[in-house]
């Protein structure tokens, strides 16, 4: 069998499953969540003569079939029957196979396809073929004709692409649920997740006193994670705690191969190793799809499809690149990611590291790797020209789902250093030539996406990262501006004597060349350390240098920046009306451009002076359409800014419990951003000033209540509460933690199931039928894919965690 399971099925079970009617195997190991899977199967197979079940190795694809069949046998006069096809290499004795195995009998005259379409004929049967990705053609040829011959006959298979046949429907086997990492729930909320259910089920097999703790929780999450929700890795993963604590297994996973080696002796050979069931893969693609499987695992995350043909294009199949990548998805290789943007791909952890070792085998790692960073330099390129516009949302959505492969292009330039070989000509796709220039200017780029993700560590270790690839007299402008860069991060950090000093040597680099926009970029920089550390009067005479340059050489950004950062400094140094005229000439640039980012940041600005300035009704409205415009870039900085800002003026209109939660969620945000109100000094005063009479107002009780509330909601429920919209409510929350939301009925329900009622007893306090709640209870397990009344339980407790309940 295939994916979920290590336990063979003998003859001998075989037969005795027969004598039975049907000839499903037994099940050796328990069978955990596909309830949904379960449900759409059955579904298809209603409205469908052929069904045929997609996904990678070891996804589960065989047991799923199995647990289907086995729960539609009695639907079946003639029962349900399998054929395994995994250990057969011969087209043409598919049928013969079949006959075989269903031990059909057989006439001295026609083909054993007579002898099946005879079988048949009259039967009302479902008949699972099982691993038929080897044998497509074959199959297929066989389904068609016993469909059009059979009339009472339903075929369901299993393979890792489609088989092709007239009238097929196809289900994607998905990976079992697992949990966010970078997100993790409550501990008390494992259950919710397949994959981490899975894991105890399997663990408890090898080791009877394994417990789950608080400390040990976290890491089984994570471990699921990295095993890709992948029933056959997870159980591979689990047979090393007989030798390895959850956290050494956790540490040890990169030596995947080393570590998930060993199966079950009754298991198919192909499944004995993940090494095994990957190479049976790789030998079921030709030879171009095989190159092209070694060259797409050099990305990291997913990928689009242009990035890939790219990619490929540097090997000999440039013109069939979109073809092979459609067939690896067609052979469950490349797995398609489902959201509403362009496609995306995804080449699971095991088959990229696979595919990596191939590459590297045949000597081509250093070529694709360098297609790679020519793909990202160009990408990046092209934000930066196209920032000031009305693309910003787009671009940062593109940025964060590809941020781990610009993370990869970084890495790969700095670990090379000089220019490889393979980087000396530009390509006429990309136009993009390389080496240590070319990467201080990705990085010094990146860095408006950095500080919009509150990432300002990452930033920092990046622009550090590449101005090592330069000595002090190389890319001046580039070493210059990568300074700069570090400074305000380094700035944002609260280390305003570190800013100086890189904005100091940035200076230094820059003497002797004819460099006015880069040395305008130093001084509003220096300028921005003046107004944090509150030498207003410093800041003033800096950004004012700074912005003449900005307008003469018409550097949009560079102007924007300078505007707010002088129009706040002059308000704060007792010029209100010019700083907001100020603001105002900001506003009209970014009008027209359709430009959210600057604009986000005025607005912010224009409603912090109203606000100090004891205008606080004034104030809101330029607050709440900067959040608006920040909760579409998700700018985590600036929102907390803003959420911050909107609790001073809540509290001067008078309405401090309001204040409270909105101090609590911009605490949260403040985390989120990485960052602290205590940057910028006269914002610091001003924010313990607000926060501390708010809290006499209430009383401390009162107050910590609130706060604590507002701390504790998820990042959209703090943004609605703060623009004061319904578009959000708290219950549409939390149907959108589940793919499948419950109704009203059905969470008021799984609230009392998880204080332990029986049915009998919600039936008693609802007033409703024992046989209603029966249903419902039943459907709140099979819409969040559970086997037990516990799972509710906890499912209802990880909701209240996430809510701050």
């Not at 998700?634 to 003026?649: C, K, P, Q, S, Y």
């Not at 397990?781 to 990880?798: E, N, P």
Request: charged content about 25%; proline content about 3%.
């Amino acid at each position: 069998m295939n994916g979920g399971t290590l336990g063979g099925v003998d003859s001998t079970a075989r037969a005795r499953s027969r004598a039975a009617g049907g000839n499903l195997p037994a099940e050796v190991t328990s069978f955990v969540g596909r309830r949904r899977e379960i449900t759409l199967t059955k579904r298809l197979l209603a409205e469908s003569r052929v069904v045929t079940l997609t996904g990678p190795g070891g996804i589960g694809k065989s047991r799923l079939a199995l647990r289907v069949a086995a729960n539609m046998s009695r639907s079946f006069r003639d029962k349900t029957w399998q054929v395994e096809l995994g250990e057969l290499h011969d087209p043409d004795l598919v049928a013969t196979a079949v006959v075989e195995q269903l031990n059909v009998a057989e006439t001295s005259t026609g083909t054993e396809l007579d002898n099946l379409v005879e079988h048949f004929r009259e039967r009302e049967a479902l008949l699972v073929l099982d691993n038929c990705e080897h044998l497509v053609q074959a199959c297929a040829e066989l389904v068609d004709t016993l469909i059009r011959s059979c009339p009472g006959l339903r075929v369901l298979a299993t393979s890792r692409q489609s088989l092709g046949a007239a009238g097929e429907s196809t289900l994607v086997v998905p990976p079992l649920q697992t949990p966010d990492p970078e997100q993790l729930p409550a501990a008390e909320a494992y259950e919710q997740y397949a994959a981490v259910r899975l894991f105890l089920d399997r663990a408890r097999a090898v080791l009877p006193e394994f417990e789950v703790t608080p400390d040990n929780t976290p890491v089984l999450m994570r471990l699921c994670h990295r095993l890709d929700g992948n029933p056959l890795a997870i159980e591979l993963a689990v047979v090393r705690l007989r030798s390895l604590a959850p956290r050494q297994l956790e540490e040890r996973l990169d030596e995947r191969y080393e570590l998930l080696s060993g199966g079950r002796t009754g298991a198919p050979q192909r499944q004995q190793t993940l090494r095994a069931l990957i190479d049976w893969s790789y030998d079921l693609c030709t030879e171009s799809e095989r190159r092209a499987w070694a060259h797409v695992s050099v990305f990291s995350g997913s990928f689009d499809l242009e990035a890939a043909e790219y990619v490929i294009d540097g090997t000999a199949e440039r013109s069939r690149a979109a073809s092979l990548v459609h067939a690896l998805v067609d052979k469950s290789i490349l797995l398609r990611e489902r959201d509403d943007g362009p496609s995306r791909f995804v080449l699971p952890h095991t088959l990229r590291e696979y595919g990596l070792e191939k590459l590297w085998t045949a000597g081509d790692l250093p070529k694709a790797e360098a297609r790679h960073r020519q793909w990202y330099v160009s990408t990046v390129r092209r934000f930066a020209a196209e920032w000031m516009g009305a693309e910003q949302v787009e671009w940062v959505r593109r940025l964060r789902v590809e941020q781990a492969n610009l993370r990869a292009a970084l890495r790969s330039m700095t670990e090379h250093g000089e220019e490889s070989s393979e980087d000396q000509h530009a390509d006429e796709r990309t136009s993009a030539p390389h080496g240590p220039a070319v990467a201080l200017r990705m990085a010094t780029a990146l860095g408006r996406y950095w500080q919009l993700r509150g990432a300002h560590s990452e930033a920092r270790y990046w622009l550090d990262r590449t101005l090592a690839l330069t000595g002090t007299r190389q890319a001046p402008r580039e070493r210059a501006a990568a300074l700069a860069s570090s400074a305000w991060f380094t700035l944002l950090h609260g280390d305003v004597s570190g800013a100086r000093g890189s904005l100091d040597t940035a200076a230094a680099t820059l003497e002797g060349h004819d460099a006015p926009l880069e040395r305008a970029h130093l001084t509003r920089t220096y300028g921005m350390v003046a107004l944090f550390d509150n030498d207003a009067a410093s800041a003033i005479r800096l950004l004012e240098t700074a912005l003449e340059v900005f307008r003469r050489g018409a550097e949009k950004e560079g102007e924007l920046f300078t505007l707010i950062g002088l129009g706040v400094a002059r308000a704060v140094n007792g010029n209100e009306r010019d700083g907001l005229e100020l603001l105002d000439d900001a506003l009209a640039i970014t009008t027209g451009r359709g430009e959210v980012y600057w604009r986000s940041w005025t607005l912010w600005a224009i409603g912090y002076l109203k606000t100090i300035t004891g205008k606080p009704d004034r104030a809101e409205p330029a607050l709440k359409e900067a959040l608006n415009l920040q909760r579409r870039l998700d700018n985590r900085l600036a929102i907390a800014f803003t959420l911050d800002t909107l609790a001073w003026a809540a509290h001067l209109r008078g309405n401090d419990k309001r204040a409270a939660r909105l101090f609590g969620a911009a605490g949260g945000a403040w985390e989120s951003a990485h960052s602290t109100p205590n940057l910028y000094v006269e914002f610091a005063e001003q924010h313990r000033a607000q926060l501390v009479a708010t809290r006499e107002a209430l009383g401390e009780e009162t107050y910590n209540e609130s706060f604590d509330r507002g701390y504790h909601w998820q990042h959209d429920t703090a943004i609605d509460f703060a623009l004061e919209t319904k578009q959000r409510s708290r219950e549409t929350q939390r149907e959108n933690v589940h793919p499948m939301p419950l109704t009203s009925r059905e969470r008021e329900i799984a609230q009392l199931v998880a204080q332990g009622r029986t049915n009998k007893e919600i039936a008693e306090q609802l007033v409703i039928a024992l046989r209603t709640v029966e249903g419902h209870v039943q459907h709140i397990l099979t819409k969040l894919d559970f086997t037990s009344r516990a799972q509710i339980a906890g499912w209802v407790a990880g909701m209240r965690s996430e809510q701050g309940e």
